[in-house]
């Protein structure tokens, strides 16, 4: 009868362990769609005391392989502090968006590989994926954005992969989406919608998947240049010979 016991015995500190640990990694992830063939996504890390205390090195090694995916995605990082990541990744193009944001979150392991090296071990475990619809009306275009992120299988590992904490409440998660013209959110059926904390920005929800459906617009510069080079050269026409191209004069 005496083994009974230590679960009630041990549950004032695994409560508490919690506590402490509540909100150990504030997670801001961020699309900026400038224009039709400019944007960056933009990612704001900060660990809290509590968990690099815990676990300096495994925060560390996690930080690290951001930054190293970034590098791969021919993004930059900057490093405000030991406890903090700002990590930057231009996109020229709504496809190269979806192609970069779904390669960061969901990395290829090296093949062949059947145990995770130590130096490969994720801090916390958070996948997402991103869909984009684009349709051109010619001096915008016209996009449906779709974001799923997968929070139920969120952990701490050790050196020797094991999870030393499965929390409900260990990251706070916020997305911002933002556009020039806007942004009108689509209701769903998903099992858990985030909060809306403002207009293109979610407070996402811990051990559930999110998901975010959204249609934004975005000028096409391109055209509206084409547009207003034609205008001023019928402007011109019009100025020199009092009439328009094609028109013959009476």
Same mark, same amino acid.
């Given at each position: ?11 004032? $500190? ?19 769609? @400038? ?11 900060? +660990? ?8 300096? @090195?495994?925060?560390?090694?996690? +930080? ?5 995916? @970034?590098?791969? $995605? #021919?993004? /930059? ?10 990590? &930057? ?30 130096? #490969? !071990?994720?801090?916390?475990? $958070? /996948? ?7 349709? *051109? ?7 449906? !954005?779709?974001? &799923?992120?997968?929070?139920?299988? +969120? ?9 030393? +904490? ?11 989406? #933002? ?16 909060? &809306? ?10 051990? #559930?998947? *999110? ?11 391109? @055209? ?14 019009? !100025? ?11």
């Amino acid at each position: 009868m005496q083994p009974r016991q230590w679960p009630h015995r041990l549950l004032p $500190l695994f409560l508490c362990l919690c506590c402490l640990l509540t909100g150990c990694v504030n997670y801001d992830v961020g699309i900026n769609f @400038a224009e039709q063939h400019r944007g960056e996504i933009v990612q704001h890390i900060t +660990l809290g005391e509590q968990l690099t205390t815990l676990s300096q @090195a495994e925060a560390d090694r996690w +930080l690290q392989s951001l930054e190293q995916r @970034a590098k791969l $995605l #021919q993004g /930059k990082t900057d490093r405000p502090s030991n406890q903090e990541l700002v990590v &930057t990744i231009p996109f020229g193009n709504g496809q190269e968006l979806v192609d970069k944001f779904n390669q960061f979150f969901n990395p290829e392991p090296p093949k062949n590989r059947r145990q995770p090296e130590p130096n #490969q !071990l994720e801090l916390l475990n $958070l /996948k997402a994926e991103l869909a984009l619809e684009q349709h *051109n009306w010619l001096l915008v275009d016209r996009n449906r !954005l779709q974001l &799923t992120v997968d929070l139920r299988a +969120l952990g701490v590992l050790s050196n020797q992969g094991n999870i030393i +904490l499965s929390p409900g409440s260990l990251i706070d998660l916020r997305f911002d989406l #933002q556009t020039p013209f806007g942004i009108n959110v689509i209701e769903t059926d998903a099992t858990a919608l985030p909060e &809306t904390l403002a207009t293109g920005v979610w407070q996402l929800k811990p051990g #559930q998947i *999110n998901t975010i459906e959204t249609i934004f617009w975005v000028p096409s510069y391109l @055209a509206i240049g084409t547009l207003a080079i034609v205008g001023l050269c019928l402007g011109g026409f019009f !100025l020199k010979y009092r009439r328009w191209p094609g028109v013959l004069s009476s």
